[in-house]
């Protein structure tokens, strides 16, 4: 039984929107069409896709586990016609780049700038989210390249691209032992602002390679909110360099002796796999690390 590419194409978007009205509008198609393709690709694979309410479509544990398979056929048809257009001297395609905060702000505007300016028939969408957000995107075909922070899992391809200080973020009035840094055994007994899981993997790598007990009252996602947080003086922060660029806070910022960093790599699957395009943009986004004076990986 032949399902074909718009099927497909219907299935991802759908899933993605998590709306029929929603995919429709980004395909194109009325949203009768959109429910009758979905229909008929059950009926197709004999299970249920979507669990359907009032607040929209959600996947089946059925359609969670298809759905990465899908993606691969598309992301291949994407492949090829890359390809072809490659063949023929047309720089065109599509790169899905996820990334978090932090890198959305600082380095992903120049990145996307500089990119358009050599290749602009190519189409760039980023996502943004949290570590474990990226790393989920890679593995499920949502994203081409993403920005994580290493150790990396087993199965995806990293390039090391930069080594990023953790600095240990106080009130004003904080006074350390040393002037121009802190060490981890004069912050023990604080009480520290944290982020959601998967939101401080370094901090939580710092806390358990010291075997810090932590001492909260304070959650917070946004990094933001949690230097405001520290500004009025409800805790201290332990947050990467790069975060903390161009903050005008009234707080204290020290690195940690001996020094703590955070390793920023670029992540895909295996790199045979990706498009032109994405090849293009792997190797753009070294370059800028490159070019920026980003790479101190030498340096530690």
Not at 17 to 26: D, G, I, P, T, Y
Not at 224 to 242: D, N, T
Not at 257 to 267: D, M, S, V, W
Not at 277 to 285: G, N, P, R, V
Request: hydrophobic residues 40%; contains cysteine; charged residues 20%.
């Amino acid at each position: 039984m032949e399902m074909s590419l718009l099927s497909y194409s219907v299935f991802d978007t759908v899933a993605e929107q998590q709306s029929f009205l929603k995919a429709a509008e980004v395909l194109n198609l009325t949203p009768s069409a959109i429910s009758h393709s979905i229909a008929n690709l059950e009926q197709q694979l004999g299970v249920a896709l979507f669990i359907r309410d009032r607040t929209g479509v959600r996947l089946t544990l059925e359609g969670k586990n298809l759905l990465p398979h899908v993606r691969a056929v598309l992301n291949s048809e994407e492949r090829l016609k890359q390809e072809a257009a490659h063949i023929h001297g047309l720089e065109k395609g599509l790169v899905r780049i996820g990334t978090y905060s932090s890198i959305c702000i600082h380095w992903i505007p120049e990145i996307v700038k500089s990119f358009r300016r050599l290749f602009p028939e190519i189409k760039i969408i980023i996502f943004q989210g949290g570590y474990e957000d990226v790393v989920g995107w890679i593995k499920s075909g949502a994203i081409d390249l993403g920005f994580i922070s290493l150790p990396a899992e087993e199965n995806l391809t990293v390039t090391p691209l930069t080594l990023d200080p953790l600095l240990c973020v106080t009130p004003k009035d904080f006074r350390p032992q040393h002037p121009d840094y802190v060490t981890v055994a004069e912050i023990k007994d604080m009480s520290f602002i944290l982020q959601r899981d998967d939101y401080m993997k370094e901090t939580k790598a710092l806390l358990h390679k010291h075997q810090l007990s932590v001492h909260s009252q304070f959650y917070s996602i946004d990094d933001q909110s949690i230097v405001a947080m520290v500004e009025s003086g409800l805790g201290i922060a332990i947050l990467p360099q790069l975060v903390l660029t161009k903050n005008y806070a009234d707080v204290g910022m020290y690195p940690f002796k001996p020094a703590e960093y955070r390793t920023i790599g670029l992540a895909s699957l295996k790199k045979q796999y990706l498009s032109p395009a994405s090849l293009k943009m792997y190797d753009h986004i070294l370059d800028y690390v490159e070019k920026s004076g980003l790479n101190n990986l030498n340096n530690q």
